[in-house]
């Protein structure tokens, strides 16, 4: 069915880490992921997108990561920073046409 | 350019009552999507406009409806408020088509009494 989660909802990192947020999605027919980035009081913040003919983006700092084989997808964080404290949510769209979310992971970084 | 923008910020009301949020788009968007943040269900899909029409819907109760405006600012009622209404309700606007890359607005959160 239609779902999206996260594998873990708190990952702790010390500061100038590198910091590794996994989703795995169950729509094989998906096409598009996207990444955002969740501050308290503040709407979900766009980070980075994905199109399934890809495997691999890049951002500043960031990097997504999809592997349609066992329908996952990463967001990496390169020499985190204490402003990278949030909630971090994956989303994919299925054919419902519609962006469905996971449940979010709290990035928390120590430091 | 201005961000979504969303009102009011926060909104107060007992069960039963009515409420209308608004939501108004970035410049040149035409795509605007609700969506309804709770911290068990996460953010759910409640309904998508695209030119003044309703191109896709989450399952959410009649209770919710929505609209657009020709100038793409958007409004969404929920009337009969129930408690478990109460949640952060976000608006998002998108340049492309059919759900990618949206924006959100801060939301508006609506506390149900």
């Known amino acids: 069915g239609e779902s999206v989660g996260l594998h873990l909802p708190t990952l702790s990192v010390q500061e100038g880490d590198n910091s590794i947020i996994n989703c795995a999605y169950s729509?094989?027919?998906?096409?598009?992921f996207i990444w955002y980035k969740q501050e308290s009081g503040k709407g979900p913040q766009f980070i980075i997108d994905i199109r399934s003919n890809m495997d691999k983006r890049q951002g500043q700092r960031v990097t997504v990561l999809l592997n349609k084989t066992v329908k996952h997808l990463s967001l990496q964080i390169a020499a985190t920073q204490p402003g990278d404290s949030a909630v971090y949510f994956c989303?994919?769209?299925?054919?419902?046409?519609?962006?469905?979310f996971g449940q979010g992971t709290r990035l928390t970084i120590n430091p | 350019k201005a961000g979504v923008t969303q009102t009011p910020r926060y909104l107060i009301k007992t069960r039963g009552q009515q409420v209308t949020l608004s939501c108004s788009p970035i410049s040149g968007h035409r795509s605007v999507s609700w969506y309804q943040q709770t911290p068990g269900q996460g953010l759910q899909f409640l309904f998508e406009y695209f030119s003044e029409t309703q191109r896709n819907k989450g399952n959410f109760p009649g209770r919710f409806s929505g609209r657009q405006f020709s100038n793409s600012r958007s409004e969404m009622n929920v009337s009969t408020l129930e408690l478990g209404d109460s949640a952060l309700y976000l608006c998002?606007?998108?340049?492309?088509?059919?759900?990618?890359?949206?924006?959100f607005g801060s939301g508006t959160q609506l506390s149900v009494l």
């Open positions: 729509n094989s027919a998906s096409d598009y």
């Open positions: 998002a606007s998108s340049l492309a088509d059919w759900g990618e890359k949206l924006f």
């Open positions: 989303a994919d769209r299925g054919g419902a046409q519609k962006l469905v």
